[in-house]
């Protein structure tokens, strides 16, 4: 696309979301026109859809935004095409979604903003979307959607739980990359979660699962999941993972069970003869909340190349946790007390490492600013879509 129509797009999205309750209403307003002229695919949506009209928005946020690099936005449309087959979703479908936002766009944009160029622009790039992502969706064969059985539910702390369970067939995914699951307790609420392993020919997956406060699915997960529940997964996706050049330096961190596509990648490693230097910083308000210390200290004591840093915010336990205050391991830093993003900023500018960060959102944002201004190039970060 060309400059003037990335900025008409970005002006008149962002006008639209400035406006009071903008995004929501724009969600609500988009899902109301698609229903009512398309019904039938009301069904497949969930029943409750409050979380996925915030995806919504967050979603053509972050298209929005990268429209000028084609070279990370369309290998993320690609995938989601990719993904989108587990819908059952049809060529046709993306014109009545393409159809439905422009009316819904057009709806809450003033007057003299909605020009002849801006629903042109407009046009282009829901074209470009719809095309990607068909490409993606018609250009990979064989199955959309994959099944497992839960086999083993540790419950970590009050909050998180470690679930594995044993597929019906492998999934062939890359150690770092995500994919959508659904539960039996939520059907058709499709979350996104990173295995905590390497891909492996057993069909063995785990996943690190926090229950976060209204979450209809996370608590389900943590709370709810017995031995023998079936869950369903969709295509991998995400651009984490090994860097492409095997000899650059590392440096990852983790907040919380964000640990786990990181940890993925380490098991990887550590089944190869050599390696780059790995820093892992892992991080959590409480100490207790670094709670895969174990795995991680027994990959650090066998891999010299990898070195663990944990970090919390305070340094004492909630008073529900009954476990040991501050574990320690001697293949493991001693813990540093403080907010992740000024303790790994300022041990230095990291300029000749490949950086990878993965946690809640505000953590990703904070922890990759600090960085920069300490002098992290901006091209050295890699870290997951923030929605």
């Not at 031995?227 to 969709?234: P, S």
């Amino acid at each position: 696309m060309d400059s003037q129509s990335v900025s008409l797009v970005r002006a008149s999205f962002k006008a639209v979301a400035a406006q009071e309750d903008g995004p929501d209403r724009l969600a609500r307003s988009f899902y109301s026109i698609l229903f009512a002229h398309h019904p039938d695919l009301r069904d497949l949506f969930p029943a409750v859809m409050l979380s996925q009209r915030d995806r919504l928005v967050k979603a053509i946020a972050y298209v929005v935004d990268r429209l000028d690099e084609p070279d990370k936005l369309l290998p993320f449309l690609r995938q989601l095409g990719t993904d989108h087959r587990k819908y059952g979703v049809r060529d046709v479908h993306y014109v009545a979604v393409g159809d439905s936002l422009v009316a819904a766009l057009r709806k809450f944009a003033a007057n003299e903003l909605w020009t002849d160029a801006v629903d042109e622009a407009w046009t282009d790039v829901l074209d470009l979307i719809a095309t990607t992502m068909k490409e993606g969706a018609n250009g990979v064969s064989g199955a959309s959607v994959w099944a497992g059985t839960v086999i083993e539910h540790e419950r970590v702390l009050r909050n998180a739980a470690i679930i594995r369970l044993q597929l019906d067939v492998p999934i062939a995914y890359t150690a770092g990359q995500y994919m959508s699951v659904q539960i039996p307790q939520r059907p058709k609420m499709w979350r996104f979660m990173s295995p905590a392993n390497p891909a492996n020919d057993a069909g063995e997956i785990e996943f690190h699962i926090r229950s976060i406060a209204g979450g209809w699915v996370s608590q389900a997960m943590v709370g709810s999941t017995d031995i023998g529940d079936r869950w369903l997964f969709g295509s991998p996706l995400g651009e984490l993972g090994l860097p492409k050049d095997p000899t650059r330096d590392m440096l990852m961190v983790a907040s919380g069970t964000g640990i786990a596509p990181l940890r993925a990648q380490l098991m990887e490693m550590a089944q190869r003869p050599q390696n780059p230097r790995v820093h892992l910083f892992v991080c959590g308000h409480h100490p207790c909340d670094i709670y895969d210390i174990d795995v991680l200290s027994d990959i650090a004591a066998m891999n010299p190349w990898l070195t663990i840093t944990p970090v919390s915010e305070v340094d004492d336990n909630p008073w529900w946790f009954h476990g040991s205050q501050d574990r320690t391991s001697p293949a493991m830093a001693n813990r540093i007390t403080g907010q992740i993003g000024k303790v790994v900023a300022a041990l230095g500018s990291w300029a000749d490492r490949d950086v990878q960060i993965v946690g809640p959102p505000p953590m990703v944002q904070t922890t990759k600013f600090r960085m920069m201004a300490a002098g992290t190039p901006t091209a050295n970060f890699r870290h997951d879509p923030l929605f």
